[in-house]
């Protein structure tokens, strides 16, 4: 019975620290006020628990797969590449860059809070991303081999720092900010805002639109709804498609 005790309290132990990991991790809060209006409106934007002295930016809305992004990765002499993304901030932990080294192809992807990991090891010497910025820096240790960039692919939002008047803010000393920022032209509903500093730090808060004449964009189908309609057209054709019989049976009483 002792040892039952025992492991139930080691068990609830690992789970409340478990929790104030998280906890510790999501100190960030950023707080909308007022949380709801129209486009164009003024609204205020306050932060706390961000990265002190750092930026942070402002993601409106869906996120965004951002896909073998047409922005060219710069080469600078035979070890080191750079690129500032076509749309940031970036939603931590989701940035990857594929090259070639020589005709292998690897691959750098970010850990969430700034640092990149390079899973073939040994071949970064040093690499970070920005994720209010968008800035990607890899320098590789010394090689006779040949490098070459391929793609990057990474999650960003809706309306952004980029293609919105969302701008990048810096925090104070304490990790705290406040801004007007303007709604974008969204459409109606309520929305999630999310505020990004350099770190990975990331809080987000809700902003209900009205009064909008914006279409809203198509949600994307589920997996399953994909699933069923392939599976219903795969029938269809085969019933419409399948190949006649050219022999008339004939029935003998």
């Not at 809305?61 to 749309?87: I, R």
């Not at 292998?104 to 899973?119: F, S």
């Not at 406040?178 to 032209?185: E, H, K, L, Q, S």
Request: hydrophobic share 35%; glycine share 8%.
């Amino acid at each position: 019975m002792n040892r039952k005790i025992c492991v139930a309290f080691v068990l609830f132990f690992l789970s409340v620290f478990a929790t104030s990991s998280i906890i510790v991790r999501g100190d960030s809060q950023v707080e909308l006020t007022p949380t709801s209006g129209e486009i164009g409106d003024s609204i205020n934007i306050e932060g706390t628990g961000f990265a002190a002295s750092k930026t942070v930016g402002i993601g409106w809305g869906p996120q965004v797969a951002v896909t073998n992004d047409p922005t060219t990765v710069t080469k600078v002499g035979d070890l080191e590449f750079y690129v500032t993304t076509s749309q940031h901030p970036i939603k931590p932990g989701s940035f990857q860059w594929t090259y070639l080294y020589d005709a292998a192809e690897l691959y750098v992807e970010d850990n969430g809070d700034g640092t990149i990991h390079d899973p073939a090891g040994g071949r970064v010497a040093d690499a970070s991303i920005n994720y209010t910025a968008g800035y990607f820096y890899c320098r590789f240790s010394p090689t006779t081999r040949t490098l070459t960039s391929e793609h990057y692919s990474y999650t960003s939002y809706y309306f952004n720092s980029i293609n919105s008047t969302l701008p990048i803010l810096a925090t104070d000393a304490s990790g705290a900010f406040t801004a007007n920022i303007t709604v974008p032209d969204i459409w109606n509903e309520t929305s999630t805002v999310t505020v990004i500093d350099e770190a990975g730090n990331t809080a987000t808060s809700g902003f209900t639109v009205f009064g909008s004449d914006v279409p809203p964009i198509p949600e994307a189908l589920t997996i399953g709804a994909i699933v069923l309609l392939t599976s219903t057209a795969i029938v269809v054709s085969f019933y419409w498609l399948r190949k006649k019989p050219t022999t008339k049976i004939v029935k003998y009483s």
